[in-house]
């Protein structure tokens, strides 16, 4: 694993090593500026994994950084670190995108919890990052079920449809209202007998998994032969969470 990189952008050299001292035993790669633009120059070229940011500089403050990352995609979290003991000056780092705030110590004693803060600021960027991968794959996927031709349905565990893609409506004819909370058996054609459907129940059951061919009974009686595909969605510990199924029409020059 590569060690993490802290910038630290403080003027005062006295505050830069007891950040320094504070952070010798944890083996990351420490940088440092003095100033706003330096400190915003090394964060452009060396991808620091944390900013430690003094809130007055030289040539602005902990805001005016701020505000300059603030629209920059994967910028990394920011504690801004002041001697002034201000409420108000909290409430604004805050405002501009600080994850935390914390009063130096002239006797450094704020350097025992820049470990601890850092270490925080850093899960908490990791969750958050995890967290946008998960969405932008719950959103292509969703994009990906609105627009492919194949109708996509998928049922709680005890096989009430949880939703419905567009497909599957277009091709059931039932709209995605009408099918939540119902069970995919109200479009069993009477061209099957039970014994059919007690087969692919238990094959479900056993294998966790079912293809074929049968009869699909739309809402408004019209019946169609199609391909279907029953897949059962386990957890890690293996209990069932889902069923998906994957329905698709089969064409009369398919047929012959």
Not at 10 to 26: F, M, S, V, Y
Not at 31 to 45: C, D, K, P
Not at 209 to 219: D, E
Request: hydrophobic fraction near 45%; proline fraction near 3%.
């Amino acid at each position: 694993m590569n060690p993490k990189t802290v910038l630290i952008v403080d003027d005062n050299e006295h505050d830069r090593i007891i950040c320094q001292r504070a952070l010798a035993e944890t083996g990351w790669q420490l940088i440092e500026a003095a100033t706003v633009s330096s400190g915003l120059a090394l964060l452009a070229t060396s991808k620091p994994d944390v900013v430690l940011l003094d809130f007055r500089l030289p040539d602005g403050t902990g805001i005016d950084f701020l505000s300059k990352i603030a629209d920059t995609a994967n910028s990394p979290p920011v504690i801004v670190l002041t001697g002034a003991n201000d409420v108000s000056i909290a409430v604004e780092a805050m405002k501009a995108g600080a994850v935390d705030f914390y009063v130096k110590d002239m006797f450094g004693a704020h350097g025992k919890i820049l470990k601890w803060a850092i270490r925080r600021a850093l899960h908490e960027s990791e969750a958050r990052v995890t967290a946008s991968h998960a969405e932008q794959e719950i959103r292509l996927a969703k994009s990906v079920l609105r627009h492919i031709t194949d109708g996509v349905v998928v049922t709680d565990p005890l096989g009430n449809i949880v939703s419905a893609n567009p497909a599957y409506c277009a091709l059931t004819g039932y709209t995605a209202e009408q099918l939540h909370n119902e069970n995919p058996k109200i479009l069993r054609s009477e061209r099957h007998d039970a014994g059919f459907f007690k087969a692919m129940s238990e094959a479900v059951s056993q294998t966790d998994f079912w293809q074929g061919k049968l009869w699909i009974r739309r809402q408004d009686g019209e019946e169609f032969l199609a391909n279907l595909t029953i897949s059962a969605i386990r957890n890690d510990i293996n209990v069932l969470e889902s069923h998906i199924g994957v329905l698709n029409r089969i064409t009369e020059s398919s047929q012959s």
